[in-house]
Nanobody, 122 residues
Framework: QIQVMESGGGLVQPGESLNLSCVASGSRYPINAMGWFRQTPGQERERVARTTSGGTTNYLDSVAGRFTISRDTRKNTAVLQMNSLKSEDTGVYYC????????????????WGQGTQVTVSS
C-alpha cells in the first residue's frame, strides 16, 4: 500500500515563496503521475499541478508562471515550488499519487496524502 507524506506548508506573506514536498513509498507498482491539489473550506478540491513519468506537466491557469512542479522518478518524490504567492493561494494542499495499475489489480489505486496547510497573509 502506498504511503504519501507531504511537508513544507506554513504561513507566508504575499509575494513570498514556499516549497512543498511529497514522498511516496511502499508502492508495489510503478507510479505514473504525481500531482498537487488544494482545497479551501466550502470549495471543491482543485488540481494545481501534475506531472507524469513521461515528463508532461499541467498547471491550473491561476498558478501558471508562478508555480513549478518537479519530480524525481527514482525516489518517487515531487516538489511544488510556489513563487509570488497570493492570498488566494491559501488552502490545504494535498499530494496525489497515481500508480500504473494492472487490469484487475485489487491492491492498486490512487492515493492521497493527509494534506499540508498553506496560508498566505500579511
Amino acid at each position: 500500500q502506498i504511503q504519501v507524506m507531504e511537508s513544507g506548508g506554513g504561513l507566508v506573506q504575499p509575494g513570498e515563496s514556499l516549497n512543498l514536498s511529497c514522498v511516496a513509498s511502499g508502492s508495489r507498482y510503478p507510479i505514473n503521475a504525481m500531482g498537487w491539489f488544494r482545497q479551501t473550506p466550502g470549495q471543491e478540491r482543485e488540481r494545481v499541478a501534475r506531472t507524469t513519468s513521461g515528463g508532461t506537466t499541467n498547471y491550473l491557469d491561476s498558478v501558471a508562471g508562478r508555480f513549478t512542479i518537479s519530480r524525481d522518478t527514482r525516489k518517487n518524490t515531487a516538489v511544488l515550488q510556489m513563487n509570488s504567492l497570493k492570498s488566494e493561494d491559501t488552502g490545504v494542499y494535498y499530494c496525489k499519487v497515481e500508480p500504473i495499475c494492472p487490469w484487475g489489480a485489487r491492491d492498486c489505486s490512487d492515493t492521497w496524502g493527509q494534506g499540508t496547510q498553506v496560508t498566505v497573509s500579511s
